[in-house]
């Protein structure tokens, strides 16, 4: 997941143990920072949110190969489908869509 940072990066929130993000840069914050985020966790015994889950993680997965194999080509629908699917997942509205795009631009 990535959301805008006040020096206009993005701030990636990831799991430093997983390997496939060795060599990567990104942020890390303190659980202090992060642990009033409205994140919900995934209810592996449901069938739809695993499904759910699967699809995201290989579209991460796409995309983050897609980066390592040439760092020039254009991700950009991949990334697009990631964020349409985010936002349904927050249950966003499309002037929170809107304000959201806005700010990370």
Do not use: N
């Amino acid at each position: 997941m990535t959301a805008p940072t006040k020096s206009g990066g993005q701030l990636f929130i990831v799991d430093k143990s997983d390997e496939s993000w060795k060599g990567l840069k990104y942020w890390s914050y303190g659980k202090r920072f992060i642990e009033h985020l409205p994140i919900r966790p995934v209810d592996f015994s449901s069938a739809l949110e695993r499904v759910e889950h699967d699809a995201l993680v290989a579209l991460v997965d796409r995309i983050v190969k897609t980066k390592r194999t040439d760092g020039a080509a254009d991700r950009a629908a991949l990334e697009r489908e990631l964020d349409e699917r985010v936002y349904g997942l927050c249950g966003l509205t499309a002037e929170e869509i809107r304000m959201v795009e806005e700010a990370s631009e």
